[in-house]
Each structure stands twice: as structure tokens, then as C-alpha cells.
């Protein structure tokens, strides 16, 4: 129930004598106000960032370098210093969405001077320049929006010097690890260790695809992502650390089920051995984690950090894996009445079921008969995982 919902519900039962008032604010007061988040703010100040790149754009053969540089130089330093006064003395919502049109006005202008003076970095050099800028205004201001903003800057940097250049820049790879990692380490906000967590994810895809780094190594990666969340999240909070990886590995390994049987590792090579040195150490230490947990069955999770890649079969082994991991999910959470755990099964399985259906059944039956047969076959199945799940929550509630 909601705040709002709460304030309704509780005058009537201040009415019907089962409260009173004082109890009411007491209610009301473990539900405190949620103070709006600056969306609008931040769009309004997207737009107008954009809209001051389309008007330069524009009119950018039509000036002089001097009149380039000057109405760059004039147009970040008057939304930043407007920005900072606004922040200070009148509104912070209001001064971040000026500050943050600074920062776009900043990033554009790295990119419109190298044009103007004809400077080519070939790397992701000018998104490192930016990325600093708005780390320091991060640390400066201590506002979400520029962390955020910073992140998807160094992302979107990974990302054009990976598929532009096909290189991971290390310098943008360190400021995320070192900068960005010590901010979520010490804030450990719910928000920030989500979005670390996702850019995570990309930029190790990035750093495997673009150094034609073996793809295995991503296991390795994303167990990082898994083993990490023990430090950096306090116990009983949400492990979007552990969600994150599970989904990366979890998606890996449906992909593993289409393409591994065509490129599996058949001999030991030199990557390999530091591999499954490194597997090794990361599995060792989160099965010791899993074992010392209040919660035993998390070592089911485990199970799909398993490296089949070296068998000629692995797509099979893959899809064996993936099977036996929602169904120790639906088991466990049966046995356990864990609805989360059921759910996660359930929709563990639908997927497992559909690709697997899909790889062996893709290539014999007429297309048309293909789905129409795999959508009968996961309405079946979705029927009866419903029907079960009803009837737990049934006999729970009879408890």
C-alpha cells in the first residue's frame, strides 16, 4: 500500500474507532513522502542541449573560428555559472538541469573545435575528457543526475570506440572501475549500483568483442559481477549486483544453446589456462560464500556459472544446465513456499522450453506449424505452472 492509499484508508478507519489519530500519523509517518524525481528537468534539459547542437550545426559553415569558439566558450560557461548561482541560492532541481545543459553544451564543443581545427583522436579519447568533466561536477554537486550522466557518457564512449575502432580505451575503462566503483562503494544507493551494474555488463562485452578476447572469458566476467555483490551490498538489501549477473550468464548461456556447438574449445591454449585459473578462484570463493549463507540454495545460481564451452556438445550441455537450474528453482520454492523463487523458476523455464524448441524443432516442421505448436506447447505449460502456483498460495492462506 502507498502513501496515498494509506492516507485514505486510515481516515476511514479513524472513523470506524478501529484507530486513532495519533496511531494515524504514526502509520503515515513509516510512509514519508517521496520526493518527485527532476525527470522533466533533466529531459527539458536534454532538449534544449540537443536543440543548441542543432542550431550550431546549422549555422556552423556560416561563422568565422573566432565566432565558433566564442559561442561555445560563452554558451558553456553562462549555463554553467547561471547553473551554479540557480543551485546555490534558488533551486537545486532548476541548477542541475542548468549545469547538465553545461555539460552536453561541453561535450559537443570537444567534438566541434577537433572538426573546426581538423583533429582526428581516432579512439574514445574526447568521451574521456567529457567523462572527467562530469565526474568532477559528481563530486562537486553529489547529484544523481550527473552520475548518471557520466556513466552512460563512458558507455556510449566504450561503445563507439568498440565498434569504430574496435578497441576498449583503457583510460574510460579505469575512471569506471576506479572513479565510478569508489562512488558506489562508499554511497551504495540502490541507483547507482544499478547502473553501475548494467554499464558493467556492457563494457565487459565491449572489452571480449572488441580485443577478440575469447567470449568465454565473459563467464568469468560476469562471476566477478556475482562475487562482488558480497562486498558491496549489506545483507537483507536487494542484490541487483547478483540479478545482473545472473541475467548476463543467463542470457549468455541461451545464445551458448544456438552457436556453441559450432565453436567449441577443443585444446588448451594459453587464455584458457588463465581462464579456469581465474574461474577457479571466483567459483571457489562464491561457493564458499553461497555455503556460509543463512540461504543454502543459492549455490543453485552456481550452476550456471559451469564452463561447457571446452565439449563439442556444449550447446546440449548448455540447455541441460538451464533446465536443471529452473527446475531446482520451482522445487526448491515449492518445498520452501518462496513465491520469488517460484517465479523465477517458472520463468526460467517457459525460456529454457521455447529455445529449446526452437533449436530442435526449427530446422523439421513447416513454419507455420512451428509456432503454432510452440505457442500451444508454452500456453500448456503456462496453464499448469499457473494452476500450481494458485494452489500454493491457496494453502498457504488456509495456514
Known sequence: ?????????????????????????????????????????????????????????????????????????????????????????????????????????????????????????????????????????????????????????????????GIVYQDFHLWLGLLFILGMGAVVKQTRAVPHIMAFSISYVLQAVILVFSEGVPSYWLIAFFLLLYVMDDFLIEKGKRRIFKTSSILSIFT???????????????????????????????????????????TNYYWIDLLLFVPVFRFEFGDVLSLVILFLYALLWLVSGYQQEVTRWINKGTVAFLLTTFVAYFQLAWDFMNRSLFFFVGGLLLFVLSYFLEKKRRTFHKGGEDK
Open 252 to 294: 549468455m548461456l541461451l545464445l551458448q544453446v544456438f552457436f556453441l556447438g559450432n565453436e567449441y574449445v577443443g585444446e588448451l591454449t594459453e587464455s584458457s589456462l588463465y581462464f579456469f585459473l581465474a574461474w577457479a578462484i571466483l567459483f571457489v570463493f562464491a561457493v564458499i560464500r553461497s555455503a556460509m549463507s543463512s
Open 1 to 161: 500500500m502507498n502513501r496515498d492509499q494509506l492516507i485514505k484508508e486510515s481516515e476511514k478507519w479513524v472513523d470506524e474507532a478501529i484507530i486513532t489519530e495519533a496511531q494515524r500519523e504514526q502509520l503515515l509517518g513509516r510512509y514519508p513522502k517521496k520526493q518527485n524525481k527532476p525527470m522533466l528537468l533533466s529531459f527539458a534539459a536534454i532538449f534544449i542541449g540537443l536543440g543548441f547542437l542543432t542550431f550550431v550545426a546549422s549555422n556552423w559553415s556560416y561563422l568565422t573560428d573566432i565566432g565558433r569558439l566564442a559561442i561555445l566558450l560563452t554558451s558553456f560557461l553562462s549555463f554553467y555559472i547561471i547553473g551554479e548561482w540557480v543551485y546555490r541560492k534558488r533551486s537545486k532541481r532548476v541548477g542541475v538541469s542548468l549545469i547538465l545543459i553545461a555539460l552536453l553544451v561541453f561535450g559537443s564543443s570537444i567534438f566541434l573545435v577537433g572538426q573546426m581545427y581538423h583533429y582526428t583522436t581516432f579512439s574514445a579519447f574526447p568521451f574521456f575528457l567529457w567523462s572527467l568533466v562530469g565526474f568532477g561536477l559528481y563530486m562537486i554537486l553529489k547529484e544523481t543526475t550527473f552520475f548518471h550522466a557520466t556513466l552512460i557518457i563512458m558507455t556510449v564512449g566504450q561503445l563507439y570506440s
